[in-house]
């Protein structure tokens, strides 16, 4: 909680918010047994596209193997400010980001961190699903060939089923992995997506919408399968659907227009806001 | 219900489902808009039609060449068999005529029966007695063209029913040739002489090859040129290159460049290429440059818009797991781009292969007669050659430019065709 206290200072509501996480937070940890650790701490970040700001001084922390979810209206900057851990707001010529990003401690936006390293720490599954138009195996093999994790052979075959096998898509595409994986469905591709962002042992998943391009059956599934990858990964997921937060976060942080409005306990936020305009979100009355 | 409106007077009184005027003349301007449309492709499809048709109307001579077969008596003295490529053969198919014609004796009777003769015919019976050195001394059958008189008389194009003054050919040089078909010493096959010989300024020996053979060279050097460097470019400035005034400024003199004259790119052959650098004259490898600097931009431009088709999110995607720019472009969004690019590649090409404006400022209109060894030697191309034949006065030219035409229109249409299969075969759907 340290990074906190240099921007007691900034914004009113902000700190309040601050500190209210961080007492929450040590609040579970105690209850979970000190289980959870801090894993990405940001303070005091504002993103601009061009002279446009999108985000407005975000200071929060995010617990180690939880699933925290990024609620809040349409361009609320809740993408913007999960593209932010990963740096994917790096490919972005106009974009800038101020303030300050760490995970375990370190500082990512730091010009020794290599952006490359770091997203293979920090892996990101999309909105729509985008396997590469090659095969299942290549696929998942792409990621630890580049990052030399291991040459083809065998160690490869094991990291591709293991990976398939925590996105709980061995059984179905085990006979068929030199298949193209455009040829999946939906659903499957999606979880292909996240078997492949496993692949090179990340600590951080990041999902932006992972569902929102999905029927109900194989939201379900994704569903399922984040809650059981939260036992190894620290998960963060961009959601515009409630009940999918409700579902499968046990932290919430909610945007709006830019700003962090509130992070609680999920079933806190939702049961019992602080804020008003989180209220109103939750209740519907916009966005 | 249509009788309503009548009898009760009443304006309007219509059924949702009867038509009105409007609506008729809705549907008429569909149908008129359908009929321009019709119109326009069957206008362009004859004029295209009647082009082709054209064309191969007047090639349609060339397709066959008329030879003639003389028995040939080559005696011991005539020819030294240690040094057979010397020979006086001329002298030998000269006898070898007479003998047809023994009447034949005035000097200016016998120069006219001669024109009847390809002056080819020594050459034909010289490289016989080469490959075959036993010959010498024996009597032999030997076929080789006729002048282009005697071809244009054989496929008729020379009518023997005008008045003499109005004819190429003299009464004399019909009868003659009327004797040859007579004695059945007369043959049209095919003209495989057309692709297999070079140049020559004799019409009935004139052939493609030496063309064939410069295109060739040209377009391999305009491909070795403009593929790598056009994709370099293209990926450079879509991927990796600052958006400010300079690279603004970059991409609007390319698609401008697209639009140059051909000729002025000749031009700057001419004096870049020749002029400063001093390469040799009416080469390949010149024209290869010149064209390159033409394909140049329509590979860039093809390259650019196929890379901006591949979605966004492969290359997130990529990005995603750690995947550097370079390897992001190298593994997954140049793969993806391959096919348009190639595509492009290839019309690129196409458009080189028949442009002729900047191949005649670098002299690739020299005549020459044999096809060039490498791509430092002279040589013509396919377009230049055309317009060498165009402009030769011999009536056998005019079928042969024909001709030259279709091979040419042959390799464009071949060439098209690939861009298309590449295009349907690498399809991608995401």
């Known amino acids: 909680m340290t990074t906190l206290d240099t921007t007691e200072p900034s914004g009113m509501i902000m700190t309040k918010t601050a500190d209210n996480t961080g007492t929450l937070a040590k609040a579970a940890t105690a209850a979970r047994a000190g289980e959870h650790e801090t894993k990405i701490s940001a303070a005091g970040v504002s993103v601009f596209y061009g002279e446009k700001q999108a985000l407005f001084d975000v200071t929060i922390d995010i617990p180690a193997r939880q699933v925290m979810a990024f609620i809040g209206p349409s361009g609320c900057g809740k993408s913007t400010f999960l593209r932010c851990i990963n740096r994917m707001n790096d490919t972005i010529d106009i974009c800038s980001v101020k303030g300050r990003i760490e995970i375990d401690g370190a500082d990512i936006y730091d010009p020794k961190i290599d952006p490359v390293l770091l997203r293979a720490r920090v892996g990101m599954v999309f909105q729509k699903p985008n396997p590469f138009p090659k095969s299942i195996y290549d696929n998942i093999a792409y990621g630890p060939r580049i990052h030399g994790v291991a040459k083809a052979g065998s160690a490869m075959d094991e990291i591709v089923e293991t990976s398939l096998q925590r996105a709980g898509l061995w059984n179905e595409v085990k006979d068929r992995l030199h298949e193209p994986g455009t040829g999946l469905s939906g659903g499957q591709q999606q979880r292909l997506c996240i078997a492949r962002a496993i692949a090179v042992n990340p600590d951080v998943i990041l999902m932006d919408e992972p569902c929102s391009a999905l029927d109900p059956i194989a939201t379900a599934k994704v569903e399922e399968l984040i809650d059981e990858l939260r036992t190894r990964y620290t998960i963060v997921i961009v959601t515009h659907s409630m009940q999918q937060a409700a579902r499968v976060s046990q932290k919430a942080a909610f945007f709006h227009l830019g700003n962090l409005i509130e992070v609680d306990e999920t079933d806190r936020m939702f049961t019992n806001p602080t804020d008003q305009r989180t209220q109103d979100y939750i209740t519907g009355r916009f966005g | ?430």
């Open chain 2, 1 to 430: 219900m249509s009788d309503t409106t009548a009898q009760s007077g009443k304006p309007k009184e219509r059924a949702w489902y009867e038509p009105d005027a409007k609506l008729s003349r809705r549907h008429a301007a569909d149908r008129r808009l359908r009929i321009y449309g019709v119109a326009a492709i069957v206008f362009a499809l004859s004029m295209l039609a009647t082009l082709v048709g054209t064309i191969a109307i007047t090639a349609a001579p060339a397709v066959t060449q008329t030879m003639v077969t003389l028995e040939v008596e080559v005696p011991e003295g005539a020819v030294d068999p240690s040094d057979p490529r010397g020979g006086s053969y001329q002298k030998i198919l000269n006898s070898a005529v007479a003998r047809i014609f023994p009447e034949v004796d005035a000097p200016r009777e016998q120069r006219e029966l001669r024109q009847l003769f390809s002056n080819g015919g020594q050459y034909a019976l010289r490289d016989k007695v080469v490959s075959e050195p036993s010959l010498i001394g024996q009597t032999f059958e030997i076929s080789f063209p006729l002048s282009d008189i005697g071809d244009q008389l054989h496929k008729g194009v020379i009518d023997r029913d005008l008045p003499r003054e109005q004819r190429r050919v003299s009464d004399e040089q019909i009868a003659w040739y009327d004797r040859l078909v007579a004695q059945d010493r007369i043959s049209a096959p095919l003209n495989f002489g057309l692709i297999f010989n070079a140049d020559s300024r004799f019409p009935e020996l004139a052939g493609l090859w030496g063309a064939l053979v410069g295109s060739f060279y040209a377009l391999l050097i305009c491909f070795l040129v403009s593929f790598p460097v056009g994709i370099s470019a293209a990926v450079y400035l879509e991927e990796f290159a600052p958006k400010n005034r300079l690279t603004d400024l970059i991409e609007v003199n390319i698609n401008n460049l697209a639009a140059v004259p051909s000729i002025v790119f000749g031009l700057l052959g001419l004096a870049v290429f020749l002029n400063f650098f001093g390469m040799p004259r009416s080469a390949p490898i010149v024209g290869g440059l010149v064209l390159s600097l033409m394909t140049l931009p329509t590979i860039i431009i093809a390259t650019r818009a196929a890379l901006k088709a591949v979605p966004p999110s492969i290359r997130e995607a990529a990005i995603g797991v750690g995947a550097s720019k370079m390897q992001t472009v190298g593994h997954h969004v140049l793969p993806l781009a391959m096919p348009g690019i190639l595509t492009g590649t290839i019309i690129g090409l196409a458009q080189a292969l028949g442009e002729t404006a900047p191949l005649l400022l670098i002299g690739m209109n020299a005549f020459i007669t044999a096809a060039p060894d490498s791509m430092f030697n002279p040589s013509t191309a396919l377009p230049t050659q055309i317009y060498i034949w165009a402009d030769s006065p011999e009536r056998g030219f005019t079928s042969r430019t024909s001709a030259a035409i279709i091979v040419l229109l042959g390799f464009l249409v071949c060439m098209n065709a690939i861009a298309i299969y590449m295009r349907k075969r690498f399809e991608r759907r995401w």
